[in-house]
């Protein structure tokens, strides 16, 4: 078997050519070309919006700042303004049934004109209305109308004073009503003169007094029902009046509007209201603040909420949208997407009207698309039902949730609904989409379409041109320095040093976007007019620098000893594996020793991380796994007579992940065979139970880990890492590495079987069996065989029955 | 009268104003009106209340029922509730007249007296210069006419007397005198400036004996009216009409408020108290 040997410098960090980049800054640059990694998510974006059937709504899914929201809007603004403008709309008063204010649509723009012409309509009753109810012909008849029910009530009454005098008998108004007495000279006649009277003569008196009496009932029987006549007479002045005067303006008003049968038949309505209604247009009294504010008389008093009922109340205002409105509703709650009726405190009730109903986002967006981010859709409680609701029903219904719920006790309100027409967009991550797919019915039917953005793409010439593009773009939107080509290749390194993956790009623009404002920052604070790759460089070490506190301090304990690694010597059963830690939004790479030791027992490999549950499961599983590699290596021809215990030293805080499972088998066969590792490697990658390393993530922390450790202790050319040779495509380590390893003070080896990196640690073949399974004793495998074969003897001579019939202790060996 | 009112309204001086109050609607119009008037003129106030003997006699009467306004049903009086209510509208009136008394700051008096209650409001009035009354009174069949105490005080001899109706201010933004040459005319036209707000238009109805007349009338008005009074209108009547209809007829058509005039003119008192009773805006009948 031929050792790997170690990777070339160009293999450790792909580098992106400036020259690639025919621009000298991106002043140079047009907009931004399009990232051909997305076409997937641009396809769905493309066909949910172009398809007008119900429930085809999108999911724009992926993780946060890889330009879900940015990519949708473009799409958006390219498609939005060649469509229609969708109708006006506005709540008017239901005169039949306030309690259920009318929608009412209008074209586009007409909305607030008509608001306005009502405004004016209202303005102009308040002098129509006066002038008429005050001219002297009303006057006129109304007086004439009132007087004849005096007369009719003064002659009556007249005529029975008359009756009543030709008798000596006067009537008299008394505090509550009227009485007859007799009179003498014009007097009444006092008591003791009456009952001198002869008795003849009394009743006399009292028969005629009662007969008046009597009269007088039924004329005052007759008052209310002459009362009732009058108020009907005045009531129908009142409408003829009223109407005369309020036609002709609201005729002008249904002439202009007469293409819209609804405002034609809201101002028939309005019409018949006003005129029933007409006496609040009379003003009593002039408001004192009128006077002090020069307002005209009856300003005030328009505003007051009695003439609200003759407003219209725009909700949705198309006058100067241009195509299909794009709406983002950045607080999605449920109010702010459906609407709200809101209240007002009089006297300390709650009191509202249809003006006091707000349009939501999704009657802004009606017509066109409305964006929401769904996780804060989701967070916003009854939201998300809402929405869905709206969508199903395929219109907006306005209900207040204090109402719904009974948290406010008061009359409110049930406005019309509003048929919907419109595209819904979620922006979310891909655990809530999967969420929601799995566990809401009602999505997978009204999200039909997921527009699934990468997280990464290929780092091929065109996207390096597009991230170009996207930095020129980006410089030209927020007024930045521009960026240099070398400084534009230095951010496509950057890209791919996120991605992980030297051939990839990171889709995730908002952390190119943050280290282009982070990189022009210190051009301008080097006073520089373009950005260069060292601008760009100083914000990457910047940006590490800011959050490394705890690595430094892990570091500093490493080189005091207090953590123990060893980068020198060579030790049995002892290796340094390699750890990443995140913090945060930052990861690092940390060296771990990892120690095994073996003694007599059936052939378990006891996991101690597992033991103490601080262990995962997928660490589990790569411990299992060695045990499997042991068995099928070792165990055919013999039992495999040892328990082996496995340990990350001095790890307080759980281990999970299999990448430490080579270092694991390495360490096992280190004890097993009692050959020494080379304590100046470190090791990293799974390992399968055929013996082959396989891949594993944050490589690039991993060896920088390592690196900067012995880095900080002194290179001298024997230090390196072995790695999955899997791993080759995702190295990209910082300059510093890549020095080193071109002075030949480090080195990084890729890694395919656990038998090349076992003969790199400890400078012994591991051995090949021959033809008998055999593998050749001053090697590794042959080593490590003839140990078990010692330990499995020793255990059965333990195990065998002594003279007595007691089987023997057995003792630990190693 | 508005705090605005002309100036030459104080230089009337009515020391007394007696207002006969009964809590009718047209009673508290004249206690308003007798209050702005006081205010102006810095007069002691005098409410009078009357409170109506035929009532107390009637309510003795063995078989006197009374009807009900609102339920036309007969119930007995009983004299004892009928004192009650009479000290009850007696109160009305006295907290009418102190609620004036001291928006105004008035002096102010409030009698209450028994008796026939046109000779009482008469006999209280006695002293006052300017007697104001409601058009009516409480009594059933007089809404149209004039109540028994306005006919009462015309035949009698009150200094001056303002009859007041609901629905017209004290003073007015027109007011129309009646003017005939004679010195009670010249009087009328005095009290007529001074009743009349500012910016207000005189209205002067012109009664000349003859043609001739006519022409002499116009020369006197030109020296009386005063050259600061903007708005004036002149309205000339035939020689020699002496009709209460007519009369009232022109000064409907001069649309005027407050009607000025003495019923000591060249016309007889008896037309003058005629058209009183014909016109229906309120009326100062000046004597003094």
Redesign the interface.
Known sequence: MSLPTPLPPEKLCRTCDPSLFTFSTTAELGEQAGMTSQKRAFDAISFSMGIRHDGFNLFALGPNGTGKQTAVTGFLEGIAPGSPVPPDWCYVNNFEKPRHPKAMQLPAGKASEFARDMEHLVEALFTVLPAAFSSEEYQAQEKNIREKF??Q??EA??RL?EDAAKKNI??????????????KNG?????EE?MQLGKEEQVT??KQ?EEL?NA??AI??Q?PKWQRETQERIKELNRNIASFAVRPLVSELSATYSSIPETVDYLKALENDIVENFDQFLEKEPDEREYFLGLPPGRLSMKSPSFNRYRVNVIVDNSRTTGAPVIYEDKPACQNLVGDIEHLSQMGTLVTDFTLIKPGALHKANGGYLLVDARRLLLEPLAYEALKKALRTRQIRIESLGQLYSLISTVSLEPEPIPLDIKVILLGERSLYYLLNDYDPDFSELFKVAADFEDEMPADDGNRLAYAGMIGSMVRQDNLHHFSGAAVARIVEYGSRIAGDATKLTAHLQSIFDLVHEADYYAGSSERDTVEAEDVQRAIDAKKLRSSRVQEKIREATLKNIILIDTESEKTGQINGLAVYTIGEQSFGQPGRITARVRLGKGEVVDIEREVEMGGPIHSKGVLILSGFLGARFGIEQPLSLSASLVFEQSYSGVEGDSASSAELYVLLSALSGAPIKQCFAVTGSVNQHGEVQAIGGVNEKIEGFFDLCKARGLDGKHGVLIPASNIDNLMLRSDVVEAVKGGLFSVYPVTHIDEGIELLTGIPAGKPDGNGQYPPDTINGMAMARLREMALRLKKFSAPEENGEAKTMMPAN | MEPGMPDRQKNIRFRHIAVAIDCSPHSLASLAAAAEIASHTQAELTGIFVEDINLLRMAELPFTHEVRMYTAEPEKIDPSHLERSLRLQAREAQAALERYAEQFTLRHTFRVCRGKVPAEVMSAALEADLLVLGRSGRAPACRKGLGSTVKCALAGNARNILIMQTGFPASADSTLVIYDGTDASRSSLAMAENFLQAGGTLHILILPQSAGHLETLEEELSELVPADLLRVEYHVLPPGVDNSTVLARYIHMAGSGLLVLSDRMSLPAETIHDLIGEIDYPVLLVRG
């Open positions: 005096q007369e009530q003064t009454i007249g004073e006067a009537l008299i108004r008394t505090p509550a009503g009227f009485a007859f007495a007799p009179v007097e009444v006649i006092k008591p009456f008196i009292e007094i009496k007088l009932q005052m029987g008052i």
